[in-house]
Nanobody, 123 residues
Framework: QVRVVESGGGSVQTGGSLRLSCVAE????????MGWYRRPGGGQRELVYSLATTGSTNFGPFVQDRFRIGKISGDSTKTMVDLLMSNLKPEDTAVYYC??????????????WGQGTQVTVFE
């Protein structure tokens, strides 16, 4: 597994915006997919937005054009992706996790998770 670190969480008023950033300690040449998931308090982890290097995306139904995933970028030592969130609602309150898929030299795809960053949206 590779080390994955999220940043950018915080508290914001309803209707506000946040940018979450993810840095994975893996080479950009080996990345397969990166994405964001979230876990509301006491709930299940759910997909927010994912982006594969093929260009394919997947996102949760609550995204509704409010969230956007940035381009995957990086170099030989790290790979990065942002999540841009706007028009935030209280129900978006959750811990947001970055997920990174890298192809190992063996050919296997290894999936790694960050520790998460808290997003709180208040009225």
């Amino acid at each position: 597994q590779v080390r994955v670190v999220e940043s950018g969480g915080g508290s914001v008023q309803t209707g506000g915006s946040l940018r979450l950033s993810c840095v994975a300690e893996g080479s950009f040449d080996n990345v397969v997919e990166m994405g964001w998931y979230r876990r509301p308090g006491g709930g299940q982890r759910e997909l927010v937005y994912s982006l594969a290097t093929t260009g394919s995306t997947n996102f949760g139904p609550f995204v509704q054009d409010r969230f956007r995933i940035g381009k995957i970028s990086g170099d030989s030592t790290k790979t990065m992706v942002d999540l841009l969130m706007s028009n935030l609602k209280p129900e978006d309150t959750a811990v947001y996790y970055c997920n990174a898929h890298f192809r190992h030299s063996s050919g296997r795809v290894i999936r790694s998770w960050g520790q998460g960053t808290q997003v709180t949206v208040f009225e």
